[in-house]
């Protein structure tokens, strides 16, 4: 039986030994050989019975004779599964340090939350000591600013009771007769003066709640006396209709009065003619008959 050449029909998997990534590696040449017994273009599997194999630390091809293609095919299978394990057994490796990189991780993700909870639980304590501290400060604020200002009401009625006209007076009530005759109606005066300069309005106040406007000036000028009539009587009167004289007084006008300019810091009424004065007399009527003497002859 003679041997013939035929062309290679077996796959080179690689050519270099030094250019492949996965070891080891494997080359395999099949041989053909016919018998002269089978008809030419027929071929068996047992026809690929040579091959040849060459390893990583080696470049010499080793003949392995007797083999047949389900061998080769075998061993070639077992050659790509231990690849595909090394593979596997690689990657599993890295994944392996992956999950362990993954799990510390979120195991400092998790401390790390820890402590940004810590802190926002002491950030809001701090913001509820801060309100609490605010609300206590908003409460000082107030309760001193109320006191400033019972302090400021109290000075400002210091103030007004020191610019008043002064305390009330008691109207010496005078009656004088009539001097175009003793059977005509006689006038009841009274005086009054003040430490500074006011405007007034006077009333005579009787009794039953009417009332009778005192003929006074607008502007009295501090220190002078000024006398003005109360009330008139007729003949058989013998006291007072007028329980007391009602004074209304307010703070002269500088530009109108022409008078040194003063005011008061309250916040009563400063123009006259209200209804309210800034200061107010009730000042009561005093009258004491006069007695005339008489005379004896003996």
């Not at 003040?194 to 607008?218: H, K």
Request: glycine letters at 8%; proline letters at 8%; charged letters at 25%.
């Amino acid at each position: 039986m003679t041997a013939r050449a035929t062309a290679c029909e077996a796959g080179l998997l690689e050519t270099q030994h030094r250019k492949l990534a996965v070891q080891p590696s494997v080359i395999l040449i099949f041989v053909r050989q016919e018998t002269a017994h089978r008809p030419q273009g027929r071929e068996s599997p047992e026809s690929f019975d040579r091959c040849r194999m060459s390893f990583p630390l080696s470049p010499t091809l080793h003949v392995v004779k007797g083999w047949s293609a389900p061998d080769v095919i075998g061993a070639v299978g077992g050659v790509v599964g231990l690849t595909g394990v090394l593979v596997t057994w690689v990657l599993g490796v890295k994944s392996l340090r992956v999950a362990r990189g993954s799990v510390q991780v979120s195991k400092e993700a998790k401390e790390e939350a820890r402590r940004s909870a810590d802190a926002g639980e002491r950030a809001a304590l701090a913001a509820e000591q801060a309100t609490l501290a605010g609300e206590r400060s908003a409460d000082a604020a107030q309760e001193s600013a109320r006191q400033a200002a019972q302090v400021v009401q109290v000075e400002r009625k210091r103030e007004h009771d020191r610019l008043c006209p002064g305390p009330v007076p008691q109207i010496r009530a005078e009656l004088e007769s009539n001097p175009r005759g003793e059977t005509l109606p006689r006038t009841l005066f009274g005086e009054i003066s003040v430490p500074r300069d006011y405007r007034v309005r006077a009333e005579a106040v009787i009794e039953g709640g009417s009332r009778s406007p005192i003929s006074l000036p607008l502007l009295l000028h501090a220190g002078r006396s000024y006398r003005f009539a109360i009330e008139t009587w007729p003949p058989g009167r013998t006291r007072p209709q007028a329980e007391f004289i009602l004074f209304r007084f307010w703070v002269p006008v500088e530009e109108v009065d022409k008078v040194g300019g003063w005011g008061c810091p309250c916040d009563r009424p400063m123009i006259d003619g209200s209804e309210q004065g800034h200061w107010e007399w009730r000042a009561p009527i005093e009258y004491t008959p006069k007695t005339v003497p008489i005379a004896f002859y003996g």
